[in-house]
């Protein structure tokens, strides 16, 4: 299982809701809106953080 450091993350302005995205490539489902680039990079990054945390206990309850 690859460690959230190791994704690849990047920041956009959205026009539209007016807030920076957070967007990881590995998981391109998942986005943190925030009032700044900081802020949601640091989101985006532990979204990925608690799914890879997710992943690693369903594979250790058989799933």
Same mark, same amino acid.
């Given at each position: &299982?690859? %460690?959230? $450091?190791?994704?690849?993350? $990047?920041?956009?302005?959205?026009e539209e809701?007016?807030?920076?995205?957070?967007?990881?490539?590995?998981?391109?489902?998942l986005?943190?809106?925030?009032?700044?680039? $900081?802020?949601?990079l640091?989101g985006?990054?532990?979204?990925?953080? %608690?799914?890879? $945390?997710? &992943?690693?206990? &369903?594979l250790? %309850?058989?799933?």
């Amino acid at each position: &299982m690859p %460690d959230y $450091k190791s994704l690849s993350y $990047k920041t956009v302005w959205s026009e539209e809701d007016e807030s920076y995205i957070g967007l990881c490539k590995e998981f391109p489902n998942l986005s943190y809106l925030a009032t700044t680039e $900081k802020k949601a990079l640091k989101g985006i990054k532990e979204l990925a953080q %608690d799914v890879l $945390k997710d &992943m690693d206990q &369903m594979l250790d %309850d058989g799933f």
